[in-house]
């Protein structure tokens, strides 16, 4: 997961390959409360890993649940009709899908509760939730703004008796989680006698009732329902575990790679992309958004479990659709209108008002920012896209700490003027999807990969300061000296001289070695070698082997490979110079041989290792002599350098140079987040 300020996505080109969803949000969230409210263990498969449901397993584990967790799969062993452990203040974030359904059970088990979130929950509303359990007699007090969380739940002496004998009302047209809390909650209280609920007004986004309906059914529990307006929860209901129970890929999440697919072209001889996890037999209603990308022009072909995309007509075809039954997956035909001919309507979305943000008018503020024409209005946004290539802005994102907005924006990147898209706050999609931008970045391409280059000679800082660039851009990084580090141990391993006597032998092992990056880590084929390379005389060593050509050669395609989205900081002798001379930009980082010296004595001493500055000096100037006269790629700066000169800087001044110089180069408003 990218956890930089914002994340730089150049302008893309194309898409193909494959990528598996992680499991949806709305299945995982439930799945999980009705499994601590049954009887038994229930072992949840394919559960979401996320922030959402992080603070779902957290206030389960809170409430007196037991919660195993092993990669994907939890085993929830449940409270049976235990009264939960109280009192408990439980924190929920952002989560809706925690806040609403939790605050219906709890006022039914019994027991002293806080429920609170960030901020942004404190906005969203659940005074209609309230009101309905108020109904029944239960006992909730806003600890802020009436109509809003924080809760707290105040039944120290057991539940009161419940008023049953009619009907309980709650609204359906704010959001559809409240009529889901009273739902998976009821059943609690459904022991001798019927419970009714009724809604008033139009319910919106019934697909996620369906949802509901179809997991209570898993856990026990048949609610009947009448044209969704009355739903009856028979009596003698008892939540029972299903044993083993496979949480769906999100169909949410789906519509991003939908919606790739249908904009971008596949690279030549593939197909477009191919989604797992998810297929046009979900019982997910935002499935439903496939429909909607074939009315734009999508060629979509599926299976159980598969969805295969493709760009069909092109531009895409303008659409004007009622978005009741896909409110999240919506978003993404607003960026998907960008790309069509026409302007594009989305009616019927009031509750994206209440949602993380107020997501028309974040829709609306960040589709301007790219030149899209757009009027929002209570419950539809009207997008026409930029009148010409020429009209396209390259833009920086606000997201609004919205997982939704920060993914479906990532597809401006591919706008036909190649402008690059600033996503900023990107890790706010670890909401529902962490590793989203990873999973993108492996079925995209671009053109042009960007490539920070710094050069420099043997202790000039180049290493440090290009892992910090590379870790504040959310860039890979290239220690190209590594490399050669660990083809001079891989070569005295297997006894070879490191000279021009044994140069074709040494460039036959370079090609064979399997070198891996993992974070701090430096990986020959399994082997942990960080520390092995990183001794003096290892340094000596690569300086030896890097001279002979045909080891250079060898090594220069390893280096092209890690030319990967979004970026890439490379450090080394002739990055600029050999390797990436179209690096948009280029450092050469010096410093004096003697503050060399003193800096590489301080780095040996802190590693407990004696040294004299004097021989240190000495073998620095001999290096770099050494590495300045070879023959082949000498060390010096490329013509269209930046020189910077780091004698008398700080490390961290160093970094913030290189990182002003490559912010200066950027197209986007001076004064964004950085």
Not at 588 to 603: G, N, V
Request: net charge negative; glycine share 8%; hydrophobic share 45%.
């Amino acid at each position: 997961m990218f956890s930089t300020p914002f994340l730089d996505i150049p302008a893309l080109s194309g898409a193909a390959g494959s990528v598996r969803l992680p499991g949806s949000k709305s299945i995982s969230n439930r799945v999980l409360l009705l499994a601590a409210l049954s009887h038994g263990t229930t072992t949840v498969h394919d559960l979401l890993a996320s922030d959402d449901t992080r603070v779902m397993l957290d206030a389960l584990k809170a409430l007196g649940c037991g919660v195993e967790e092993e990669g994907t799969q939890a085993r929830i062993t449940g409270l049976g009709g235990r009264t939960p452990q109280s009192p408990a203040a439980l924190f929920l974030g952002n989560a809706g899908t925690a806040m609403r359904p939790l605050t219906a059970a709890l006022a039914l088990l019994g027991g002293e509760f806080t429920l609170s979130g960030i901020a942004r929950m404190h906005e969203r509303p659940i005074g209609d939730l309230v009101d309905a359990l108020r109904q029944l007699g239960c006992q909730i007090d806003y600890l802020g703004q009436d109509g809003y969380p924080p809760l707290r739940i105040a039944h120290a002496t057991g539940v009161p008796p419940l008023q049953l004998g009619q009907p309980i009302r709650v609204r359906g047209d704010v959001s559809s989680q409240f009529l889901t809390a009273l739902l998976m909650a009821l059943p609690l209280a459904a022991t001798e006698q019927d419970v009714v609920i009724e809604v008033v007004g139009e319910l919106i986004s019934k697909p996620y009732i369906h949802i509901t309906l179809q997991l209570l059914e898993r856990f026990g529990i048949c609610v009947a329902h009448d044209q969704w307006q009355r739903f009856t929860i028979p009596a003698g209901s008892r939540y029972q575990s299903p044993g083993d129970i496979h949480v769906e890929a999100d169909a949410s999440s789906a519509s991003y790679f939908i919606a790739a697919g249908a904009i971008a072209a596949g690279a030549e001889g593939q197909n477009g992309i191919k989604i797992l996890g998810v297929g046009l037999d979900s019982i997910q209603g935002d499935i439903r958004f496939v429909d909607a990308a074939r009315a734009m022009g999508a060629h979509i072909t599926g299976g159980p479990n598969w969805l295969q995309i493709e760009r069909g007509q092109w531009p895409l075809k303008a659409i004007d659709l009622d978005c009741n039954h896909i409110p999240d997956a919506a978003m993404t035909l607003a960026v998907m209108a960008l790309y069509a001919q026409g302007t594009t309507v989305l009616r019927n979305i009031a509750s994206w008002r209440v949602k993380e943000t107020d997501r028309i008018a974040a829709m609306a503020t960040e589709l301007r920012k790219l030149g899209a024409t757009v009027e929002e209005g209570a419950d539809f946004i009207r997008v026409a896209p930029p009148a010409s290539v020429a009209n396209w802005k390259a833009a920086s994102i606000h997201t609004y700490d919205d997982h939704r907005v920060a993914m479906c924006f990532s597809l401006a990147a591919f706008n036909p003027a190649g402008l690059p898209v600033r996503i900023e706050d990107p890790q706010c999609v670890a909401k529902t999807f962490p590793d989203y931008f990873e999973a993108l970045f492996s079925v995209v391409r671009a053109e042009q990969i960007p490539v920070i280059c710094l050069d420099g000679p043997t202790a000039s800082g180049k290493g440090t300061v290009a892992a910090r660039v590379a870790q504040q851009l959310g860039y890979h990084l290239l220690d190209s000296g590594a490399l050669y580090r660990i083809v001079a141990l891989a070569a005295r391993r297997a006894g070879l001289p490191l000279d021009a006597s044994a140069e074709a032998a040494i460039a036959d092992l370079a090609q064979q070695l399997a070198i891996r990056f993992e974070g701090d880590r430096v990986l020959l084929a399994s082997e942990d070698v960080t520390e092995a390379i990183r001794t003096e005389q290892a340094g000596m060593d690569a300086s030896s082997v890097s001279v002979l050509p045909a080891v250079r050669t060898a090594l220069v395609a390893l280096q092209h490979s890690f030319r990967r989205l979004p970026g890439l900081v490379a450090d080394g002798r002739d990055m600029g110079t050999v390797i990436f001379p179209d690096a948009p930009l280029k450092v050469f980082l010096t410093a004096s041989a003697a503050q060399r010296a003193h800096r590489r004595h301080a780095q040996l001493l802190s590693k407990g290792i004696s040294a004299n500055i004097a021989d240190l000096l000495a073998d620095l100037e001999a290096r770099d002599a050494r590495d300045m006269s070879r023959s082949t790629a000498p060390l010096q700066a490329a013509q269209d350098a930046l020189a910077l000169d780091s004698t008398q800087l700080t490390a961290d001044q160093t970094v913030g140079q290189v990182f002003e110089w490559w912010q200066q180069q950027q197209p986007f408003t001076p004064g964004v987040q950085s």
